[in-house]
C-alpha cells in the first residue's frame, strides 16, 4: 500500500531562515506528488504538483520541490521564509491507477519575525 | 460558487446519533471525494464519485459510513449511530479532470465533528 512519511513534525524558524521539509513516499510505479497548505483557520490549498518533467518544481509563494526518484522523495524548499509562511503543511501522492490522494500526518511550521 | 462548500461547518452530536454532512463541489467538477481528518494526521481518503457513480468506498471506516451524489452535483456523507472514534473533520473536494490522478482536487473549509 503507499503510504507518505513526513519527518518533521513541528518546525520553528525566524523569518529570513531557509526552510526544508522533508517527504518521501512508499510506492513502486510511477507516482504524482504534492504539497498542500493550510494556513490557520484556512481551507487546504495547493502550493505545487509534480506530475512528469522537470523534477524541480516550482509553486506559489517562492516554494518549490525536488523529486528525487531514486530516494523516493519529494522535498519542500523556500530559500527565505516569511511569518505569513506559519501553516501546516501536507505532502500527498497519487498514483496513475488511483485518484485518492495519500496524505503524510503535516508538518507545522511557525515562523517568528 | 467560487469554491467548495461544506456543512455545517461544525458539529456536535451526542453517541448514538445520526449526522449528515453536506458538500457543494464546485460547479461543474464531475469527481468529489471525502476524506476524514483526525487531530494532528494527515486527511484520510473516505469515498471518491465520478458524476453520481461512487467509483471508490475503500476508505470507509464501516457500515456506519454512507455517501451519495444522486444528481452527480451535491453530496452527503452520512454517519450513523454516531461514536467517540468518529470526531474528526470531515473534508470534501472537487476535481474538473477524469484522467486518473493527475488533477488538482480543491477543498472545502470541512465540518468538524464533535460526538459526546
Known amino acids: 500500500a503507499q503510504s507518505v512519511s513526513q519527518h518533521n513534525h513541528h518546525v520553528i524558524l525566524s523569518e529570513a531562515a531557509s526552510l526544508e521539509l522533508g517527504c518521501n513516499y512508499s510506492?513502486?510505479?510511477?507516482?504524482?506528488l504534492f504539497w498542500y497548505v493550510q494556513y490557520p483557520g484556512q481551507h487546504l490549498q495547493l502550493l505545487l504538483k509534480?506530475?512528469?518533467?522537470?523534477?524541480l518544481v516550482k509553486g506559489i509563494k517562492g516554494f518549490e520541490a525536488e523529486f528525487i526518484k531514486s530516494k523516493f522523495s519529494f522535498n519542500l524548499r523556500k530559500p527565505s521564509v516569511q511569518w505569513s509562511d506559519t501553516a501546516e503543511y501536507f505532502c500527498?501522492?497519487?498514483?496513475?491507477?488511483?485518484?485518492?490522494?495519500?496524505f503524510g500526518t503535516g508538518t507545522r511550521l511557525q515562523v517568528f519575525p | 460558487g467560487a469554491g467548495v462548500s461544506q456543512s455545517p461547518r461544525y458539529k456536535v452530536a451526542k453517541r448514538g446519533q445520526d449526522v449528515a454532512l453536506r458538500c457543494d463541489p464546485i460547479?461543474?467538477?464531475?469527481?468529489l471525494f471525502w476524506y476524514q481528518q483526525a487531530l494532528g494526521q494527515g486527511p484520510e481518503f473516505l469515498t471518491y464519485?465520478?458524476?453520481?457513480?461512487?467509483?471508490?468506498k475503500s476508505g470507509l471506516p464501516s457500515d456506519r459510513f454512507f455517501a451519495e451524489r444522486p444528481e452527480g452535483s451535491v453530496s452527503t456523507l452520512k454517519i450513523q449511530r454516531t461514536q467517540q472514534e468518529d470526531s474528526a473533520v470531515y473534508l470534501c473536494?472537487?476535481?474538473?479532470?477524469?484522467?486518473?490522478?493527475?488533477?488538482?482536487?480543491?477543498f472545502g473549509p470541512g465540518t468538524r465533528l464533535t460526538v459526546t
Open positions: 500527498a501522492v497519487t498514483s496513475r491507477d488511483t485518484d485518492k490522494l495519500i
Open positions: 510506492y513502486g510505479g510511477t507516482v504524482n
Open positions: 460547479s461543474g467538477h464531475v469527481s
Open positions: 509534480y506530475f512528469s518533467g522537470d523534477p
Open positions: 473536494a472537487s476535481s474538473s479532470k477524469i484522467k486518473t490522478g493527475t488533477y488538482e482536487q480543491y
Open positions: 464519485f465520478q458524476n453520481e457513480a461512487q467509483l471508490d
